[in-house]
Structures are given as C-alpha cells and as structure tokens.
C-alpha cells in the first residue's frame, strides 16, 4: 500500500497510482481489502472527489471500475456497477461498468435488464472511449464504445439475457462496426443450453438499494433540527418546524443538474408521488419535500421554476427548499451520496428519504431507480406505525424487540392500577405499623425512613386516575365489565380501610381489580388492533 | 338594436384572432328594439387604417370571400354561423387594428347604416423577421424575454425539449417537420399567453437579414461570439442552463446583415427538392443542417441549439418551407401517401397514428425518461391539435381537409388555397 | 417499400454519389467543393464509404482549410438527423478529437466548439489545460473560457477567475465574467463591477446580467440607485430600466415616486432616442 496522502491533495496521477496499487493488492493474498478498499472508492462523497470538476471526477471513477474489472467484481461492487447503467449518461463510465460487470462471478439474468436498458440510454452518444491507461483519448473509433462494452456484456449473460433477445433483435441504426458484437451477443444467448434455475434470476440478498430503520433504532434528528430552510416562496423553516410532526418524504436534487435520468426524473417523480398521496386522501398527512444541493444558486424563484416546470405541487405542507445554512449537518446526518467543487456538485447519487414524524429518517431508497408506489406504500407504513404499534412495519424490523415492547405494554397498565389498589388497600394507619411494614418488606434497616402519612391520599388518587382510565376505555370500547369489577373492587378496598375487620375484603377488592383492569386493557387492545387491519385493509399492501 | 359578434365562436376578447384560414363566426341580435321586422339584413364591412390587418367574409364552408358580407338575422337571438379570414397580404401590424362593423337595416325601406354592433381583431400572421415594424419586435422579445424569465421560467421546458437525450423523438426520422411544427406552435402560444399580439416571426436564412441582426432584435455577435444587445433589449437578462448570455458567431466570414447562409439551398431549390414528402423531408440536412452550421455557438448542434431564441425562428423558416411545399403539392391529407413518408421501420414516434412526446406524457422507453412542458398549449382559437397531438395532426395545419384541424397560424406568404 | 420510394431512394443515392465524388475530388476546386459539401450534407449518412470519405477530408492537412472546415460543416449539419447519424458519431466524435490539435487555428477552435457543446470530456482537458499553461494552449484564452461556459461542470471558475483578475485581454476578462455569473460566489464582485463608472459599458451590463441571475433582490436595488444617479451614464440607466420593467416588483415600483421622477427625467433628456422611448414605455407601464 502507498503511504497515506492527504486524499485532497492527490493529483490525478497520484491518484491513478493509488487505484493501481489497491488493485493489485486485490490481485494477491489481500484480495479482500484491496477490493474493499477500491469499493470505497466508489462512494460520491469520498474525500478523494472532494473540490473535483465533474470531468475529472469522471475520469476517476472510471479509473476505478477499470480496476475493478481487473481483479474481478464481487456483490458490495455490483450496486455501483448497476447504478451506472441505469443512470449513467457519461460514455467512459457507462463503458468502464459494462466492462467491469463482466468480472462478476456468475452471469445472472436480473442483470440484463441493466444492460440493455443502458444500451437505449446511451446509444445516440456512443463516443470512444479508452482503457488503455488513465485519462487516455480515444482519438478512433476502433477504440471501445460503451455500446461496445454493452454489447459484450450481453454475449457474457448469454442465457440469463434470453428475454431481451427480441429487444436485441429489432435494435437498428448501430454502427456496422458493432454488427459483430450483435451477432455475437445474440449467438451467445440463442446458443446457450437452458437457464441455470437456481439463484439466477435475482439480484444479490445483499445488494441493497433500499434500507430501513426499525423505531427504536432511528438516529434522532437533534443535530439538524435548528437547521434553516428557505422555501421556494422565500419563506422561513427550520428543520424540527417542517420536519416534526408529520412523516414525509424528501428528496434530493438540484437545478443545474445536466443528468435527464437524475434530478429532472427525480422531481417529475416527486409530483407522482405527492398525486398518489393525494388520491388515497394523505396529502396533509404526509409532506413531501425536496432539497437542494446548491443553495448558493437555487434561490427561491429559481426551484419554484424548477419545480412548477415539473408539476409538483407546492404549498404549506410540500415545499422546495435551500438550506441557508447549515448544508454540511444536513449531509452529515442524511450521509448524502454528493460532493462539490466550491458550492456545485460535481457528481451525486439517486437518494430519497422517508422520516418519521420525529423527522427521523425511517427508510431510504439510494442510488437505483426507485418506485414512487413503493416510496409512497413506505411512507405509509410509517405514518401508521405509531397509531398501531403491534402491527409489522417492514421485513426488516427486529421481530424480538417489537414483541417484547408488545408484551410489556398489554401488561403493564393493569399491574401498576393493582399495585396503586394493594397499596392503599394495605398501606399502614401509623408509624409503628410502618415500621413493622418495612421490616417485613426486610428493609429493617430502614425504620429510620419516616412515617409519611401524605402517601396514602397519593396513592388514592393513583387509584382514582386508574378507574377513570378504565371507565373511559369501557365507554370507547363498548365493554363495561372491566369498569364494573374495578369499580366493585374500589369500593372493596375502601370498605376495608373504614372498617378494619372486614380485611379479608381486600384481598377480593385487589383481585377484582385485577381482573377488571387486565379485561379492560385486553378490550382496548382487540379494538385498535381491528382499527389498525381496517385501515390497512384501504392501503396498499405493505412489505 | 344591439349584436353580438362572435369570432372562432368565442365571445371572449382572447378569441378575436384569425389567419389567412377562415375562422367560424357567428352573429346574434342580443336587444331587438328599434327593428320592425322579425329578420333584419346585417351587413358586415371591415374597418381598417392603411397598415393594419384586413379581414373578408363568407357565409359558407366553402366559396369565396367577398369584402363585406349581408345576412339575415332573426332577431329573436338565434345565432347566424358566417366565416371570416385575413385577407391575403394584409396581417394586422398591432392587436386590434382591424374592426368589423355590423350595420342593420332596421325598417323594410330603410338603409342599412344603422350601426349595430362592432368588435376589434387581429389578423395574426407569422411574419418575416425583416419585416416587423418595431412595436412588433419589442412585444416579441419582450415576450421571449419574460417566458425565460432570468433561467427561471417556462421557456427552461422548451429548451429541455431539444436536448440530445430527446432528439430521435424529432431528427433524422420522417416525424422531423411534424414534431418541429408542433413544438414551434407550444412555444407560440405561449408566448400569446404572455402578449397575444405575438406570432413567431422566421428567419429567411437564404437572404440577408439586416434588421433581424441588431442590437434591438436578435443580437450582434461579438468577435468571439457573445451576442450584444442595446441597454435596452430585454434579451439582456437571457439566461439557459444557469449561464447568461447567449454565444452565437457567424462562419466562414460570412455576414448575415448582408448576405443569405453560405451554402444554404434558396426557397425555390427547397421546394424543388421533391413532391413526395419522403424526399423533401431531406431538408432536414440543407437547408435546416446547413442553416444551424453556418454558426458557432449554441445554434450549431442539437444540445445546446433551443438555448438560442434565433433556434425558434430557423425553424419557423423550415416549418414555412413545409407549408409552402404542402400548398404547392396540396400535401395536407395524411391519407395521401405523398403527404408523409410512412414505413414499417419508422422508430415509435414517427408514424402518422403515434403521439408525440413530451406532449403525449410518455417517459417509458424508447421515449426519454421525463416530459417537460406537459400537454400542448390551448389556444381561445381552435380546438386543434388538442393536448397530446399525434404526427398526422401537424399536416392540415390550415383545416383544409377538415376544418376542425385547424391550428390558428398562418404564413404571410402561404394562401390558404 | 413501393417501386416509386425505391426509385427514389435510388436517385438519392447517385446524387449523393454524385456530390460527394465532386466534394471529394481534390482536382475540383475549392469553392465548388464546398458547394457540394453544403449542399447534401445527408449523403455522409447514407453509407459507412461516404462517412469515411468526408472525414478523409476533414483529417488530410493537405487539403484546402475552407474545403475541410466544409466538410466539418457538412458533418455538423449531418449530426442533426440524430437516427441516422447514429452509426456515424463515432467516428465523427474520434475525428474532431484528432483535429482539435490540427496545426490550423480555425479547424482547432471549430472542432473544439463541437465537442464542447457535446461536454466532452476530453476537449474540457484540453481547454484547461491551456488556460493553466498558455504553451499548451489550442485556442485563444477568450474562446476557451467561452467553450467551458457551456458546462457549469467543467471546473473552471478558478481560472476564471484568475483570468478576470489578471486578464491577458478585454474579451478575455469578458468572457471570464460571463463564465462566472453562474457562480454564486461571485455576486459581490459583479455588485462591485455593476457600479464601477470606469468600467466599460459591456461589463457593467453583463454584470447587471450576471446579478440578476445570481442575486436579482440586489440587481433591482442597485438598478434602482443607478436610475436616481443623475451622474451615471445613460446606457446603465437603460439596462436598469430593463431590469425593473422585466423583473421588478410591479407595485413597489408603482409607488415609488422618486424613482418615476427619474425616469420622467430620463424620458425627456436622454441623449439617445431610444433610452427616451424606453423612458417613455416604463412610465406608461408604471404610471399609465
């Protein structure tokens, strides 16, 4: 490995050197770290790309992939290599990942609807390109191409490309140069013996795009909340003002950005977005909002243009927004996939974020074009997870913790209305009988702690909360028996306190309201849990 | 007595405008008193000053038109369809220069100089850039000016419609001059939404064009390429893509304020070029290729062309050289198979049936991933070519097949028929 | 296809043969070279040959400089039938690439142009490059910092700046300036410049216009201030007359009475008929 350099001051030569030598570190015994190493490499917000122009950021990347390709690609790889083809309109890169994804150790068919998608993305720009050395020309065409590379990449899925084969066949117009590589591609696929059924047919398990974050395990939003926003009318917000209160759904994006398939789609697909929320009656309670990359240039009128020129709807609840300041805790806390030279961006990723209504980040969709049905059916799930804690939030929330927060709640209310109704039921007429409590309670050593007569009406008044309670969820809930027997058994315990020789009435009074309070809990439950499935039942399924 | 006149069938002011292609009218007596007879001869003349629009008039579909034009109205309100067009070679120079008066004869042996009703219109033409007067030429860039509205207006949608990711939606297939007529007509009404009195002016780019290259108009390129305009030319603050400033400079020392492009085929060899519309719509390389070549700057390649407003008028050129090609060879019906070149090998898009993007709304392939602009413009006018046109919509611009494709602009030099 | 299309398309052919073995043809002369390259522009698409034959032409440092910026030209104009010039950009984008570094200034700049507009990656390099290192320089400074305005990527407001700073010619500085009005760091220098009275009239417009793009709140301030400057130029005037007439807050300005009384001025004593008649307009839109 080459010493450490400052990654900031690395020139492009230096910088070539150093994915050489991680590269053939991967080619060795520490081919795990040097692959890893050059993964990391990949990710936009690298200090390495930190105050880059665009081209050169280009020329780095593809640096990279080529090196990649080189000592082969592995799953942690795979999403930059697909984020490219399905995103990408830069000739080098999109021709450096076909190249790259061809290392990968097993063909699979999830991958060819990649390629060719990427093959009508940048067949009109299909300039050449070269490997042969970092920042090379190609100064001819008999260099390679990114359909070229395509192509190639086709005849290596082979059979997994089978049902492209039709697309493939009726593409026209390709430079006569890459006939061959057509035909080749197509002989590959046509050729080939019949599918391998295994696990052929679907991306990697851990190749993730998506991510989720259970309730109980969301970072808190505290380091932004003071953040300020302008809005795309000039108005006002901080971060916790707009953020809290409501779940949404915010996306990233900005206006000079020159890629169709990113922050122009990215927007478009905003307004889809906030027009289903709206068909399913949840445009106010759900905001949507988009932020900008470039406050420095986006003011106001100019993402109120931007976002008018796509439909989006813009009003108190679904806002554009600049950061006036605070840009660098926002990037930190969303780990937003972008760098810059000076203020504009000089390469970014695909990223949207749903928040809790603590403005938690509850799921993100990153780098892969996403649906904006299933970032809408997400959203929902979060919007309903509190109202309904029992019920499942996504695949990928912890089971256990979810249940045990289940078991403790059901239980817990009754158990502190019976303590609160032993304890007045039992609780000592004088000091003495204090005293002997404590003993018995073997805490002898403690005689010393006073009498204290306040805590008798204390816990009455505990009590009296707890069959208000109960008599409320018995009203709401239709069911009066568990308000009946809490109630029998008050009025127990207060017979007991007035007349000492009926004690063994306490004990019927603390079982009945025992009883009442679990029924009571147990009703209220049943009914939210039958709320809950009504109001699912009206939403669209949810993973 | 009182009238009512209705022009495109429109009570409304926003409607008061026509072309050389007849507009339906109606006309209806909205207060009888003073008329003693159940139906009363309305005569209508048009009112102009000597450099404002004309207007004629017929009563019928067809026919011809006539100076003024007599009819019988009811006067128990029953409308009277009747039809006026701009008189050919007359087009309004200013919004309301042009007046139709409606005199009645109110008593069975009376004269008919009882004034009953009158409106103002515009005869609103697309004109020669050359020709404009100067009040003309400060609406338009005015107008231009405020559609891009400093980077930030809707003229970003036009200008993200012609980009290299969209352009097999309109180039180098047979959908070429349809697509171009629809997307110049978007623009347009637009612009009309801002000023009304705007048409799209085109630059004859086979002839010198003095006026157009200025300081006031479209600019005076710099050595290096910066186009110039005076301190007080809207045009100033035009901005695409984040970048003030529009780059444009004549080649190959040529001088557009007194010569035509270099190498760009005259109108006449245009129109020659072919009377199927599978050979001219070879234009497409000279005169339109040629004519965006004989610059360097924006105009010079498909990317970055639509940043330079002077894109819009090149292709109004181009589009006038297909209506007048199409009035020469009466190419207006897609039935015809002249009119168009269909193929079983057109790309999605360039078939007479097919929408067009962005207006159709499609982004999944082999349509580009977003559709700036949404659904094409309405017009007070016509209802044509409605908001996702198809190809074939773009040839009977005039609604000479049927009327009711009529698209509500007209050349100053292509009659309709 | 039917029997006339094909006969059609037949003709075409031997015409754009014909044409092209004429542009070709280096016993022709010139002038009518170019002629026929101008006038088919199509026929480069028509066949992997006739491509090959036009970037023979380009590419040959032996042929006449107007015969081959004809042929670039001619492929430039091709390019705009995008479906079928697919199979042709290849090798046009590899051949400008070559000729960017020709030994003729004028097929370099053009080449460089186009692949400038196309945000090629390797022209941006080499525009850089010569800013940074004027030996290395393919283009004069003015026209590289214009090519590199056509990307607001291309990571070139440093040298912009250096340039505007130190600038090697007007037109350098100008265009350097009119790189940086996209970049918001900027605005107070355009501010600055706006207000300069020493400043060349082209500069302080561009600045105007680079600040209304960059700070439009502050252009309407300054645009106002200098409309009240009964020492400042007229020019400036006008463009601030623009600004607000285009731009400004309809009814601040309509009430803003020392502002109109300016403009009532300008009306009657500006030297230029056409800042009078701008007068004029404004008042009438804010005053009726």
């Known amino acids: 490995m080459p010493d450490v350099v400052e990654t900031e001051a690395l020139s492009e030569e230096q910088f070539a050197e150093l994915v050489d030598a991680l590269g053939a570190q991967a080619s060795g015994p520490a081919f795990v770290d040097g692959q890893q190493q050059l993964t990391l490499l990949l990710s936009e917000a690298h200090p390495h790309y930190n105050q880059r122009g665009a081209a050169t950021v280009v020329r780095m990347r593809g640096w990279v992939l080529l090196s990649l390709a080189r000592v082969g690609v592995t799953d942690d790889t795979l999403l930059y290599l697909l984020e490219e083809l399905d995103t990408g309109v830069d000739p080098y890169l999109v021709a450096a990942a076909a190249k790259a994804l061809r290392s990968y150790p097993k063909p699979n068919a999830a991958l060819a609807p990649f390629v060719m998608r990427a093959i009508n993305q940048i067949r009109y720009h299909n300039d050449p390109v070269s490997f042969e050395s970092y920042g090379a020309d190609a100064l001819s065409s008999d260099a390679t191409s990114p359909v070229r590379e395509l192509l190639l990449t086709l005849a290596w899925l082979g059979p997994q490309a089978r049902a492209l084969l039709p697309e493939l066949e009726a593409l026209s117009g390709l430079p006569k140069k890459l006939q061959p590589e057509v035909e080749r591609a197509r002989q590959a696929i046509v050729d080939s013996e019949a599918l391998d059924t295994g696990d052929c047919c679907s991306l990697p398990a851990s190749l993730r795009s998506k991510f989720s974050w259970a309730l109980g395990s969301r970072r808190d939003s505290q380091s932004i909340e003071t953040t300020v926003f302008e809005d795309h009318d000039g108005a006002t917000v901080t971060f916790k003002e707009f953020f809290q209160g409501q779940p949404s759904i915010v996306v990233f994006f900005y206006t000079r950005c020159d890629n169709p398939l990113k922050c122009s789609l990215t927007i478009t697909k905003l307004a889809r977005i906030q027009k289903l929320l709206d068909e399913r009656g949840l445009a106010d309670r759900i905001r949507t909002a988009a932020i900008t990359y470039d406050p420095a240039f986006d003011l106001p009128h100019r993402i109120r243009g931007y976002g008018q020129n796509r439909a989006v709807r813009m009003d108190a609840s679904h806002r554009m927004f600049r950061a006036t300041e605070g840009l660098e805790a926002l990037r930190e806390h969303f780990k937003l996939g972008v760098n810059f030279i000076e203020s504009l961006v000089n390469r970014h990723r695909l990223e949207v974020f749903i928040l809790d209504d603590e403005g938690r980040i509850a799921a993100s969709f990153e780098r892969l074009h996403w649906d904006e049905q299933e970032v809408v059916d997400r959203a929902i799930e979060v919007l309903v997870e509190r109202k309904v804690p029992d019920a499942v939030t996504s695949s990928e929330v912890a089971a256990g913790s979810t249940s045990q927060r289940r078991s403790i709640s059901r239980t817990s209310s009754p158990v502190w209305s019976t303590l609160a109704s032993l304890a007045v039921a039992f609780f000592p007429k004088c000091p003495i009988c204090w005293a002997a409590y404590l003993s018995v309670l073997g805490i002898a050593g403690l005689n010393q702690i006073p009498y204290s007569p306040w805590l008798q009406p204390l816990l009455g008044v505990v009590m009296l909360i707890n069959i208000v309670s109960v008599w409320l969820r018995g009203w709401s809930t239709g069911r009066m028996v568990g308000p009946y027997l809490v109630t029998a058994g008050l009025l127990a315990i207060i017979i007991t306190r007035l007349s000492p020789s009926l004690n063994s009435l306490a004990v019927i009074g603390i079982l009945m309201t025992l009883a009442g309070s679990l029924m009571s809990t147990l009703n209220a439950d049943n009914q939210r849990r039958r709320a809950s499935m009504k109001l699912e039942d009206s939403m669209p399924r949810v993973n | ?417 | ?288």
């Not at chain 2, 400060?138 to 231009?144: G, I, K, M, P, S």
Request: aromatic share 8%.
């Open chain 2, 1 to 417: 007595m009182k009238i009512e006149l209705q022009i495109n069938n429109s009570a409304g002011p926003e409607a008061r405008f026509v072309s050389w292609a007849p507009s339906p009218c109606r006309i209806r007596v909205t207060n009888p008193t003073g008329a003693l007879m159940r139906i009363v001869s309305i005569k209508l003349t048009c009112v102009s000053s000597s450099t404002g629009g004309v207007v004629v008039f017929r009563q019928g579909a067809t026919g011809s038109f006539s100076e003024s034009l007599t009819l019988a109205v009811p006067i128990n309100g029953t409308s009277v369809p009747f039809f006026v067009a701009g008189r050919f070679g007359r087009p309004s120079i200013n919004n309301e220069d042009v007046r139709i008066e409606a005199r009645a004869k109110l008593t069975p042996f009376g004269l008919p100089n009882t004034l009953v009703g009158s409106l103002k219109l515009m005869v609103r033409i697309r004109k020669n850039a050359e020709s404009l007067t100067p009040g003309e030429r400060d609406r338009l860039v005015a107008a231009f000016a405020q559609l891009n509205n400093q980077g930030a207006g809707r003229f970003a949608d036009f200008r993200n419609m012609h980009t290299n990711t969209s352009s097999p939606q309109a180039h180098g297939a047979p959908a070429f001059l349809p697509w171009h007529r629809a997307y110049l007509l978007d623009l347009e009404r637009e612009l009309q939404a801002i000023d009304p009195s705007v048409a799209l002016p085109y630059w004859r780019f086979d002839q010198a064009a003095p006026n157009l290259f200025t300081l006031d108009f479209f600019g005076v390129s710099a050595p290096n390429g910066a186009v110039q305009f005076s301190n007080t030319n809207p045009l100033q603050f035009w901005v695409t893509d984040g970048t003030p400033g529009i780059t444009r400079v004549p080649l190959n020392n040529w001088v557009p304020t007194t010569q035509p492009g270099p190498g760009v085929i005259t109108e006449a060899q245009t129109l020659a070029l072919g009377n199927q519309y599978s050979v001219f719509r070879g234009m497409e390389g000279n005169p339109h290729g040629t004519a965006h070549t004989r610059w360097d700057g924006f105009i010079r390649q498909i990317g970055t062309a639509a940043r330079d407003p002077l894109f819009f008028l090149l292709h109004c050129n181009v589009d006038r050289l297909w209506a007048k090609w199409q009035r020469q060879n009466a190419r207006f019906d897609p039935a015809v198979a002249a009119s168009y070149d269909s193929n079983a090998s057109n790309p999605v898009g360039h078939n007479l049936d097919d929408t067009m993007w962005p207006w159709n709304g499609v982004t999944t392939p082999p349509r580009p991933p977003t559709a700036p602009g949404g659904a094409m413009a309405a017009s007070p006018c016509v209802s044509a070519p409605g908001p996702q046109p198809q190809v074939k919509s773009s040839l009977d611009y005039q609604g000479s097949i049927n009327a009711v494709s009529r698209e509500g602009f007209d050349y100053d030099d292509v009659r309709f028929a």
């Open chain 3, 1 to 288: 296809m039917t029997t006339k299309k094909k006969a059609t398309k037949a003709a075409k052919k031997r015409s754009s043969l014909a044409t092209l073995s004429i542009a070709t043809s280096q016993k022709k002369p010139a002038p009518a070279r170019v002629a026929a390259l101008a006038a088919a522009p199509l026929a480069a698409t028509e066949s992997d040959q006739n491509l090959q034959k036009v970037l023979g032409v380009l590419q040959n440092q032996d042929e006449p400089v107007e015969v081959r910026l004809a042929a670039m030209d001619s492929l430039a104009a091709a390019a705009f039938s995008v479906v079928a010039f697919e199979s042709s950009r290849p090798d046009y984008i590899a051949a400008l690439r070559k000729v960017s570094t020709d030994p003729n200034p004028e097929i370099r700049q053009r080449a460089l142009s186009t692949l400038a507009g196309e945000k090629d990656g390797f022209a941006q390099k080499k525009l850089l490059e010569g800013l940074k290192n004027p030996d290395k320089a393919l283009v004069p400074p003015e026209k590289a910092l214009q090519l590199l305005s056509y990307d607001v990527h291309a990571e070139a407001y440093e040298v912009a700046r250096k340039i505007v700073k130190d600038p090697p010619n007007e037109a350098a500085k100008q265009e350097g300036l009119r790189l940086l009005a996209g970049d918001a760091k900027s605005a107070s220098m355009f501010e600055k410049l706006l207000r300069d009275k020493d400043e060349l009239r082209e500069v302080r417009q561009l600045s105007a216009s680079a600040l209304q793009a960059l700070k439009p709140d502050k252009l309407q301030e300054h645009a106002r201030e200098m409309l009240l400057d009964k020492s400042e130029f007229e020019d400036i005037q006008a463009t601030s007359l623009t600004a607000l007439k285009q731009f400004g807050d309809d009814e601040n300005v309509s009430k803003d009475k020392a502002l109109l009384a300016s403009v009532d001025r300008l009306s009657t004593k500006a030297a230029s008929s056409r800042y009078k008649k701008s007068a004029r307009q404004f008042l009438t839109k804010f005053k009726g």
